[in-house]
């Protein structure tokens, strides 16, 4: 559709320009100017509606300023959205709940903290994210300054996840859905998730090699459930703009929506000394949770406390930032790849040329093959199918060699007479070579292999071989995402084919069994709240699934719906009753207050 309304007009053809003494000027900001003159003109001419309907209202006072309640009548100020607004906001959150200066008394436990040590890690997440995007995505790469910049980062992000999940653990024990704040928990806990995800592609964004893995490893998790050609792990571009803009952009909303809900509702009440059995007993707790406390308060500061956590925060991440830095480890080439591990780059790309790598059989959204399509009743990958199409082959061996055969005669040769043989004969090449490949020796700088049937693709490799050294397969295959470049999932592609770059990761324990594949190079924290997901990688059974992503996706929707829905749930919303942490919470409240 979009298309057809671009062919009907088209723009893209040299504009005409209009010359009078020296000035000039195209006819299309001609025809701009001339339709924003007529839009001014009837902005200044044309009567304001209203006017007549609405001039009892206008009121002119000699006696100086008086405030609109005193200006407009009841009716009058009725009809307005604004003044609607702003007596459903006092009714529901005067300013005494906003920034109050008391509390009750049974709020003296340090698990009450943990909610505002979260709000000032987020803002120290956010204020060194700003400083990481001021110096550019180079930046910390490549200075000592922007490296400290991304390790205070770091941390702070470490200290907000960490924060945000012990404030979830208290609110769970303390059943604090309870008062008609069904609300409150699930905007919490939609705040985690988000943040899960802020996270995540955080990690994508760095560009380094725990990004190369991640991306490498998640994205068939999301091409199982057919979103990994629209939500593309190794379009780096694509996942630093959900970094830094998308994601915050609905986590500071989902957050603030949050923060009002607690101040509207204030906490949830302490849950009785003794579990109510009988209906009767329940249905008066019930009662009690939903009714405004009048127990005793005690004094509370929000702006010192909010003040004094952020200052703490802060102390503690830039001590960690200085002490313990952050993880940078370079990212994989293929010119670093071919020059370190040639014999596994060549066989690699004799797989490539002969279709029988993982990328060349992997199916939807790739290509039509079925190594890697996941089915549990119905296939997402199939329904949605081929988005973006790769041919082995021709993306990594051809088409760069294509370009390179401009100034070598004799690889333009060799590749007329691949290019002009049939698809049969190709194949049959192609197998040959790749089944004498694991007996390549690389002399002078080239790739020799025994003699077999393999007719030009010795020629085809060898050069290809060369190229990849030189560091011209990396440009070629960005190159073929033209504009900023930032798409990598030919060159990852590519590159998780061969062996070399698993044997990095695992040489890092990057493949590990704590967390799945979200572990982290070196001796840096993983990402442990990452646990529900990565789980299921772990479970006898399920570890060795060709579903295995399907299965993880599935389970993990499941548990995130439990636990967002548990104010509903009979069972699994009593548990805090069953399990009396509470009574550990409240016990100095208990202690003075027995009644």
Same mark, same amino acid.
Not at 156 to 164: G, I, Y
Not at 500 to 509: E, I, R
């Given at each position: ?18 010359n ?28 304001f ?11 002119n ?19 307005l959205w ?10 529901f959150?005067?300013?005494?709940k906003m ?16 909610g ?38 770091l941390w ?9 999940v ?8 303390l ?9 409150t ?18 990690y994508l ?5 725990s ?84 127990g ?16 703490i ?18 990212p ?8 370190l ?24 959204p790739y ?15 199939l ?15 051809? %088409? ?7 100034d070598? =005669?004799?690889?333009? /040769?060799?590749? $007329? &007479? *691949?290019?002009? +043989? ?23 700088? %080239? ?8 007719? =030009?693709?010795?020629? /085809?490799?060898? $050069? &290809? *071989?060369?190229? +990849? ?12 995402h ?7 999932t ?8 061969g062996n ?10 990057l ?10 190079s ?5 990402q442990?709240w990452l646990?529900?997901y ?12 060709v579903n ?11 548990a ?8 509903f ?24 207050h027995k009644?």
């Open positions: 559709m979009l298309n057809l309304f671009a062919a009907l007009i088209n723009l893209n053809h040299p504009d005409s320009y209009l009078y003494s020296f000035l000039s000027i195209s006819l299309a900001n001609l025809i701009l100017i001339v339709i924003m003159l007529i839009i001014f003109g009837l902005a200044v001419s044309l009567p509606p209203g006017n007549k309907k609405h001039k009892d209202e206008i009121v006072h000699s006696d100086g300023f008086k405030s609109s309640s005193e200006q407009l009548t009841p009716v009058v100020k009725n009809g604004t003044y609607k607004l702003r007596r459903i906001w006092l009714k959150l005067p300013p005494e920034l109050p200066d008391s509390q009750p008394a049974y709020v003296s436990s340090w698990i009450y903290v943990f505002v040590a979260s709000l000032a890690a987020l803002g120290m997440a956010i204020i060194s994210g700003l400083c990481l995007a001021i110096g550019g995505v180079d930046w910390w790469h490549t200075s000592q300054v922007g490296h400290f910049v991304n390790s205070v980062h702070s992000v470490e200290a907000f996840m960490a924060f945000l012990i404030h979830l653990w208290g609110k769970f024990w059943a604090s859905w309870r008062g008609k704040r069904a609300l928990w699930m905007t919490g806990v939609l705040a985690f998730l988000v943040s899960v995800m802020e996270a995540f592609t955080g964004s760095q560009q380094n090699f990004s190369q893995w991640i991306a490498t490893n998640g994205k068939d998790a999301f091409n199982a459930v057919g979103v990994g050609s629209f939500f593309n792990l190794m379009n780096f571009g694509q996942m630093i703009l959900w970094h830094v803009v998308l994601i915050p952009l609905v986590l500071v909303v989902i957050v603030a929506i949050h923060i009002i809900l607690v101040r509207i509702r204030g906490v949830s009440h302490p849950l009785p000394v003794k579990r109510p059995k009988t209906a009767q007993q329940k249905l008066l707790a019930q009662k009690a949770d939903n009714q405004e406390w009048t005793p308060n005690r004094r509370y500061d929000i702006l010192k406390e909010g003040t004094i956590a952020f200052v925060v802060f102390v503690l991440v830039i001590g960690l930032a200085f002490l313990l830095s952050s993880p940078d480890k370079p994989v080439t293929v010119q670093e790849w071919a020059s591990a040639p014999k596994d780059f060549i066989a690699t790309t004799a797989s490539e040329l002969d279709g029988t790598s993982n990328t060349a059989t992997y199916g939807p290509n039509h093959g079925h190594h890697q399509v996941q089915k549990l009743g119905f296939s997402w990958q329904l949605v199918g081929v988005r973006e199409p790769i041919n082995t082959a021709q993306t990594f061996v051809i %088409q760069p060699l294509e370009k390179s055969s401009l070598n =005669p004799r690889l333009a /040769l060799a590749l $007329n &007479e *691949y290019n002009q +043989a049939s698809r049969q004969l190709q194949k049959i090449w192609s197998t040959n070579y790749a089944s004498v490949v694991t007996k390549v020796k690389i002399i002078n700088g %080239q790739a020799v292999v025994p003699k077999i049937n393999d007719g =030009p693709v010795p020629t /085809l490799i060898n $050069n &290809e *071989y060369i190229l +990849a050294r030189s560091g011209a397969i990396d440009a070629d295959l960005l190159s073929q033209p504009f900023y470049g930032t798409n990598y030919k060159p990852l592609l590519f590159i998780e084919d070399y770059f698993s044997s990095l990761a695992k040489k890092d324990h493949y590990g069994t704590q967390w799945g594949v979200m572990n982290e070196g001796s840096y924290p993983g442990p646990w529900l990565t789980l299921w990688y772990q479970v006898p059974g399920f570890a060795t699934s295995v992503d399907l299965i993880a996706v599935y389970l993990t929707t499941l995130s719906a439990l636990l967002m829905f548990v104010p749930i009979p069972g699994l919303r009593d548990i805090p009753r069953y399990i009396p942490i509470h009574k550990l919470i409240y016990r100095q409240y208990h202690k003075y009644n």
